[in-house]
């Protein structure tokens, strides 16, 4: 069965290994999961599995939603995303089945989707590390962007470094190790930071790379 389930970030904190050493980690609240819907190819072009996580109301929920729901007979959730699985994998799931932390173990790599904090507006400096300029003599020339080049064209080439729009996008953070399984509160530990807020909802799923 392939590895993914929902959750939410908690926070960090940090914990010791039985070798004495100290290790930083996102504990992540992951699941309990309901399986809405398994997509397969012959009906939807593609093979998935769609899980939902987060109770909601059901006057929080609009009708065709409130239909899709009551069709996996299950009750309305807060968040939905889907799982790429293989076509072999499709029946290895079950509309209405629960997905926990029991998916993983301890030593096992994962993959962490989320979307990163947003910070607004930022200058090239901020945004992209950019050296400032001097700041004696008058140069008035301190955090600005610098040259554009490309004065024969006459117009500024896509992929330019400029200031604009930090964060808010979604993350993907690979080959995380998981520390420790609680099964009984639904946690996992995560060594190092993923992304997003606390409370923000994360995707944790088997992570493509390979431990070397």
Do not use: W
Not at 20 to 45: D, R
Not at 51 to 72: I, V
Not at 152 to 162: A, D, Y
Not at 164 to 183: A, F, N, Y
Request: proline fraction near 5%; hydrophobic fraction near 35%.
């Amino acid at each position: 069965m392939a590895k993914g389930i929902l959750g939410k970030k908690i926070g960090m904190t940090q914990v010791f290994t039985e070798a004495g050493s100290l290790v930083p980690v996102t504990v992540v609240e992951a699941g309990p999961c309901l399986v809405v819907q398994v997509k397969t190819e012959e009906k939807e072009g593609y093979t998935a599995v769609q899980l939902g996580f987060g109770e909601k109301k059901a006057k929080q929920t609009n009708k065709p939603m409130q239909g899709h729901f009551a069709k996996a007979g299950v009750k309305p959730l807060r968040f939905l995303r889907e799982f790429r699985i293989s076509p072999e994998e499709a029946d290895q799931y079950k509309v209405g089945e629960a997905i926990d932390v029991s998916l993983f173990k301890e030593g096992d790599l994962v993959d962490v989707v989320g979307q990163a904090k947003g910070k607004g507006f930022a200058g090239a400096v901020k945004r992209h590390n950019f050296n400032r300029g001097p700041m004696s003599h008058g140069s008035m020339y301190h955090r600005r962007p610098g040259s554009l080049g490309a004065t024969g064209p006459e117009r500024v080439f896509k992929g330019r470094k400029l200031p604009g729009r930090m964060g808010g996008h979604r993350v993907t953070i690979q080959g995380l190790e998981v520390i420790k399984v609680d099964p009984e509160k639904n946690l996992l530990l995560i060594k190092g930071a993923v992304p997003g807020r606390n409370g923000a909802l994360v995707q944790v799923k088997k992570s493509v790379k390979v431990r070397s």
